[in-house]
């Protein structure tokens, strides 16, 4: 019987280039078994999208991401509405998606979750008309994000498996010079201005960053939005909280707002940075939707 293939999008320069290793590691162990498959490699940034459009175009059973967090992003937005479920196998330097997913680093393992076909839905978010899977941060971390992503070091820190220490030499480098500004958030209808703020995250996953778990009470199948303000404070008492984040220990800081809604409004006093998955953008007005179970996963 005609059994339908795989279709795998490989971004090979994930994670200093562990994509590729990744790929050629599962690629042994799929021809081994004799599974069907067809596989999609990235040339340039963007591309994933296209190619996940087409995977489903030739009728694969479900789309695999390889690679990190921007490829998953990349390939939700090809293909978040056609119904074929997204599989992944990390392969990126923060891999926040599959930590709160709960899949395993190792390809191999990896893939035998995937076997297992196990499908459940996920929630996506609407941010400025873009599909986010994790979160999308605007403001400091937005900022330290783009200052990663162009610095010579990240590449380096990839190769050595600690590419999440990128975010924390970003950060020390971005502290000394940003100023806070006042933000108004409106969550279902009910406003709120809270002034010096430094960022806002709006979370469906509650990782982003390469391990910060910026909203740990984000369930992502729940309908609903989690949103992390933290406002009201010094730069010093910033860089001393900031530890505690990647344990979701910072929530109970008397300068973390947690808010909870299915529509964010959030309006700023000029254009900051942001991120959308760790993809880069500026704005100075922010909408985000809550879209319930509109993705397959595996």
Same mark, same amino acid.
């Given at each position: 019987? +005609?059994?339908?293939?795989? *279709?795998?999008?490989?971004?090979?320069?994930?994670?200093?280039?562990? *994509?590729?290793?990744?790929?050629?590691?599962?690629?042994?162990?799929?021809?081994?078994?004799?599974?069907? /498959?067809?596989?999609?490699?990235?040339?340039?940034?963007?591309?994933?999208? &296209?190619?996940?459009?087409? =995977?489903?175009?030739?009728?694969?059973?479900? @789309?695999?991401?390889?690679?990190?967090?921007?490829?998953?992003?990349?390939? @939700?937005?090809?293909?978040?509405?056609?119904?074929?479920?997204?599989?992944?196998?990390?392969?990126?330097?923060?891999?926040?998606?599959?930590?709160?997913?709960?899949?395993?680093?190792?390809?191999?393992?990896?893939?035998?979750?995937?076997?297992?076909?196990?499908?459940?839905?996920?929630?996506? @978010?609407?941010?400025?008309?873009?599909?986010?899977?994790?979160?999308?941060?605007?403001?400091?971390? *937005? &900022?330290?994000? =783009?200052? @990663?992503?162009?610095?010579? +070091?990240?590449?380096?820190?990839?190769? #050595?498996?600690?590419?999440?220490?990128? +975010?924390?030499?970003? $950060?020390?480098? %971005?502290? =000394?010079? /940003?100023?806070?500004?006042?933000?108004?958030?409106?969550?279902?209808?009910?406003?709120?201005?809270?002034?010096? &703020?430094?960022?806002?995250?709006?979370?469906?996953?509650?990782? +982003?960053?390469?391990?910060?778990?910026?909203?740990?009470?984000?369930?992502?199948?729940?309908?609903? #939005?989690? %949103?992390?303000?933290?406002?009201?404070?010094?730069?010093?008492?910033?860089?001393?909280?900031?530890?505690?984040?990647?344990?979701?220990?910072?929530?109970?800081?008397?300068?973390?707002?947690?808010?909870? *809604?299915?529509?964010?409004?959030?309006?700023?006093?000029? !254009?900051?940075?942001?991120?959308?998955?760790?993809? $880069?953008?500026?704005?100075?007005?922010?909408?985000?939707?809550?879209? !319930?179970?509109?993705?397959?996963?595996?």
């Amino acid at each position: 019987m +005609y059994e339908r293939p795989w *279709g795998f999008v490989v971004n090979p320069l994930a994670g200093g280039g562990r *994509g590729r290793q990744v790929w050629c590691a599962l690629e042994r162990l799929l021809v081994c078994t004799k599974v069907p /498959y067809r596989a999609w490699i990235t040339q340039r940034p963007g591309e994933a999208v &296209t190619l996940a459009r087409e =995977a489903v175009r030739r009728g694969v059973r479900a @789309v695999v991401a390889i690679g990190g967090d921007g490829t998953v992003h990349e390939v @939700v937005n090809g293909m978040w509405e056609t119904g074929v479920p997204l599989g992944c196998v990390p392969a990126g330097s923060g891999n926040d998606f599959v930590r709160a997913l709960k899949i395993p680093d190792e390809p191999a393992a990896a893939w035998n979750r995937l076997c297992a076909f196990h499908v459940r839905s996920l929630d996506l @978010v609407r941010v400025n008309g873009e599909i986010v899977v994790n979160a999308a941060g605007i403001g400091l971390d *937005g &900022t330290v994000a =783009a200052v @990663v992503n162009r610095s010579p +070091y990240k590449r380096w820190l990839n190769w #050595l498996r600690i590419g999440k220490a990128a +975010y924390v030499v970003g $950060l020390l480098h %971005v502290l =000394a010079r /940003y100023e806070p500004l006042s933000a108004t958030l409106d969550v279902d209808g009910r406003a709120l201005r809270f002034p010096r &703020t430094w960022l806002v995250a709006i979370s469906n996953l509650p990782f +982003y960053g390469g391990g910060m778990n910026i909203c740990p009470l984000a369930a992502g199948d729940d309908g609903q #939005l989690d %949103v992390c303000v933290v406002s009201g404070i010094g730069a010093g008492r910033l860089l001393r909280l900031f530890p505690r984040v990647f344990r979701g220990r910072h929530i109970d800081d008397a300068a973390i707002t947690l808010l909870r *809604g299915k529509e964010i409004r959030l309006r700023l006093a000029r !254009p900051l940075p942001g991120h959308l998955d760790g993809e $880069l953008t500026v704005a100075a007005t922010w909408t985000a939707q809550v879209l !319930p179970r509109a993705l397959k996963v595996l």
